[in-house]
């Protein structure tokens, strides 16, 4: 089974401070996938970046970064210079991987944190 | 662009009386998921289709149906609606075997159960 924990039901961060949403997860399987996304008040929900759990280095795109620590079981997302745009709730979650190095199973989700923006 | 889009964004039914949430995707994936989302807490996968293989998850209600017509549609029924089926409806898809296989999302369709 697979778990995914956020730890932090809200944050609030200044416009153009860094923040990191914190993401712990189990799991048995020898390989996974983590994700990350964001959810505006709208309701859709937006893909950010992902890390495979053999990738040598940590995942970016662009503002934002996936600070990977395989031995903690940690996948900390990083928003850089944050905008106020960014406010909405973040959402981790992992899928297993099988040795073809496709994704199988469903996506685990975590409960979810609320970011605030403030300007 | 390409996208995953759904219909009717806001949805308001009646207690008891059917409705169907409609999803079309023009990435051509082969996998298309339904997700139901209650206020402040994770999406819930109800179903999934894997071309047209529909796989169901063991806690969903039989009041929850699925049909996928061709790749590009997918369709939610609500057979009798419930006050406790107010809640967003996601629809996700993916292409499965290629290594990352990352779900996108639509935009959702917020139900409302008077």
């Known amino acids: 089974a697979q778990k995914i924990t956020q730890t932090q039901p809200g944050m609030f961060v200044q416009e153009k401070e860094a923040v990191t949403l914190d993401c712990t997860y189990d799991?048995?399987?020898?390989?996974?996938?983590l994700f990350w996304y964001k959810q505006p008040s709208s309701g859709e929900m937006i893909f950010l970046i992902y890390?495979?759990?053999?990738?040598?280095q940590n995942a970016t795109e662009g503002r934002y970064s996936l600070n990977f620590q395989k031995a903690r079981k940690s996948a900390n997302l990083v928003i850089s210079a944050s905008q106020l745009g960014d406010s909405a709730m973040y959402f981790c979650?992992?899928?297993?991987?099988?040795?073809?190095?496709?994704?199988?199973?469903?996506?685990?989700f975590g409960q979810g944190t609320i970011l605030t923006v403030h300007p | 662009d390409a996208m995953v889009i759904q219909n009717p964004r806001y949805q308001v039914t009646q207690f008891g009386k059917p409705v169907t949430l409609s999803c079309s995707q023009t990435?051509?994936?082969?996998?298309m998921y339904w997700y139901q989302q209650k206020s402040s807490q994770a999406p819930k996968l109800l179903f999934h289709?894997?071309?047209?293989?529909?796989?169901n998850e063991a806690d969903t209600p039989d009041n929850f149906q699925s049909r996928r017509p061709n790749t590009s549609f997918c369709f939610l029924d609500i057979r009798s609606p419930g006050l406790g089926d107010a809640a967003m409806y996601l629809c996700?898809?993916?292409?499965?075997?290629?290594?990352?296989?990352?779900?996108?999302f639509g935009p959702g369709t917020r139900l409302l159960v008077l």
């Open positions: 996700a898809t993916s292409r499965e075997g290629t290594g990352q296989e990352t779900q996108y």
């Open positions: 890390q495979g759990s053999y990738d040598q």
């Open positions: 289709y894997y071309d047209k293989d529909f796989n």
């Open positions: 979650a992992m899928r297993g991987m099988n040795a073809g190095g496709t994704s199988y199973g469903k996506l685990t």
């Open positions: 990435l051509n994936h082969n996998v």
């Open positions: 799991t048995s399987d020898p390989s996974y996938g």
